[in-house]
């Protein structure tokens, strides 16, 4: 099986977006790829295989492919599709809330994750007027990819980040039952996003999912890779990594300010994710800028 490059797809200055058009999709084979994608069906009609499963596209789909997921496309009929690729560890997916909306973690994390136990059944269906406007983000994020100009790179994940909030926003408003059984999970990750700074139980979330709890856990370390409360103590360490590289608070200030109530637990759970104590991260993130 292929496995597509960044390198063979992603510009020589390694800027990580792309906007590839298929008007028509032509015969690939079988093939993965080292970076995402977000596929956009704006005409004609196909199969989508995953070398196990294969699902019936039209036009309005739209899904994420991660990266080393196999795929290809069969039975084109004028198959035409936009694929933006894009590598999310070199784009700032957690800016501002994004992470809040219940239909990003839907759309880039569970659907793909879940795809063959929904039968594609949960993936998201643009209506013509959402077709339109995701067509329209796209065409302004080609523009600046073309062109290069001088600030592109801003515009070009600004209209990226645009595109993916959007596509979230319709998602959140999905209505088949495979769709808003992710949303359920996805408002439990969302308010692990949220207020990952406060008191959150198990049971709250559990409550919140709509799940038996040995499902709620089962279906989130399966999508998300660890357990909800390994994920919202991995979070709040991320928090305290920002903080403690940008602002002179105290140790014991900042394990408070994420959502710890007591420091020497943070420093625990700090070193055991970071291998380093605070202390020495915040110096080793303060000579690095000043070596900078």
């Known amino acids: ?33 080292e970076f995402s994608e977000i596929v956009i069906i704006t005409g004609g009609k196909g199969e989508h295989i995953t070398g196990e499963d294969s699902y019936e596209l039209c036009t309005g789909d739209t899904f994420v492919i991660g ?5 290809d496309y069969l039975n084109m009929d ?10 999310a560890n070199d784009l700032p997916m957690t800016l501002s809330d994004l992470h809040s909306l219940p239909g990003y973690h839907a759309l880039f994390t569970l659907e793909p994750a879940w795809r063959k136990r929904h ?19 796209v065409d302004q994020l080609d523009q600046e990819l073309s062109s290069r100009s001088c600030g592109f790179g801003v515009m070009a994940t600004t209209t990226f980040l645009q595109l993916a909030t ?10 088949s039952p495979q769709s808003k059984s992710l949303l359920r999970i996805a408002e439990a ?4 996003e949220r207020h990952y700074a406060d008191p959150i139980t198990l049971d709250e979330l559990v409550e919140i999912s709509g799940m038996s709890r ?13 357990p909800p409360i390994a994920y919202l103590i991995r979070l709040r360490v991320r928090q305290a990594c920002k903080l403690l590289s940008q602002t002179d608070k105290t140790i014991t200030e900042i394990a408070f300010d994420v959502g710890f109530s007591d420091s020497n637990y943070f420093s625990r759970q700090f070193r055991a994710l970071m291998k380093s104590s605070p202390r020495k991260y915040r110096s080793s993130q303060r000579f690095e800028r000043a070596a900078t």
Not at 119 to 137: M, T, W
Request: glycine share 4%; charged share 20%.
């Open 189 to 192: 990750i969302s308010l692990i």
């Open 78 to 87: 004028q198959l035409r599709l936009i694929n933006v690729l894009f590598d």
């Open 1 to 33: 099986m292929q496995v597509l490059k960044k390198q063979d797809w992603f510009h020589q200055d390694g800027f990580p977006i792309v906007v590839e058009r298929r008007d028509p999709q032509d015969p690939f084979g079988l093939h993965s790829h």
């Open 166 to 175: 959007f596509l979230s926003r319709c998602y959140s408003k999905s209505r």
């Open 119 to 137: 039968g594609f059944n949960s993936r998201l269906q643009l209506s013509p007027p959402e077709l339109v406007h995701a067509i329209h983000l």
């Open 214 to 226: 040995r499902n709620f856990l089962r279906a989130f370390e399966a999508t998300m890779g660890c």
């Open 67 to 71: 990266p080393t997921r196999p795929h």
